[in-house]
């Protein structure tokens, strides 16, 4: 249920509707807007008569949300959440890039490509500290070593930082060192795990399960923002079909289908939604188009010989032109790269 408070409305009233929702037994959230507070009464209360919150003082309208996705609906907030990651914002009209190696490796190779994404115009450093590989005979990171060389390498270059946590007990150490949390596809319905990232105070960008329909992606969301943490951006990362020519199928419809379904900002992954690197850089210019408010992508100085996902990771140039060319799609749509 969503009670939209009027303009003039005082502070008490609003805290008096607050007290009157939570007597009657709703967890309730509150959405201050630039023209209006909004707040979300959760509960599961089939036979409520919303008119005895209609007749408070201060309240405008009350009407229930029919999603089963509340906090993360656009019927609850209008207004386009805008995630601030240490001033870089996403959501607005500006796209923000994020570019790093799919796995830190060592010193020499997180600085010089930190070096390189940020001369070409990312906002965020991305890399694995912690890698979740289909065989446990892979590649697994360097973890909280990894953790600190990519901070570092961020902070030398005036980046911030993006990183996957992959379950509760890593939640600390990114507390610590990260300035995003990343939770990966595998991990989309871990819901213990995204209740616990409910709590933190770090924004949390959340991967499409790799055969999740909108709505098993938005309630994903959902178990992050009741536990109280309002900055969740989406993220499409390509969906497995039967096709076989791709790692994935890059589900570029996800952008504006998410964008009217729910507020929250959307991210897109060309790198891991094709798997193909000489595929990366169009599939990067038809998200920007579709309206992404960020692109992610893998950039590794070596590639070829890359420990985990060497084949979709773009060469320092060919990221220098894929910035170039996504600007001049952004300015097209009245946008443009941050």
Known sequence: M????????????IEDIIKVLHDF???????????????GAIGVKPDFDMRQIELLSGVAHVYRITEPYKLASRSFRNEKTIVDVGGVKIGGDDIVVMAGPCSVENEKQIFEIAQRVAKSG????RGGAFKPRTSPYAFQGLGEEGLKLMRRAADENGLKMITEAMDISQIELMEKYTDVIQVGARNMQN????????????????KRGLSATFEEWLMSAEYILSGGNKNVMMCERGIRTFETATRNTMDISAIPVVHAK??????ADPSHGIGIRDKVIPMARAAVAAGADAIIVEVHNDPDHAKSDGAQSLFPNQFEEMMKQIRLIAEAIGRKVA
């Open 2 to 13: 969503v009670v939209v408070v009027e303009h003039n409305a005082t502070e008490k009233n």
């Open 25 to 39: 037994g709703f967890d309730v959230h509150r959405s201050t807007g630039v023209n209006q507070t909004v707040l």
């Open 122 to 125: 990312a906002k965020i450093l």
């Open 191 to 206: 819901y213990n795990f995204l209740r616990e990232l409910g709590k933190s105070t770090k924004p949390v960008m959340l």
């Open 262 to 267: 729910s507020h929250l900002p959307v991210v």
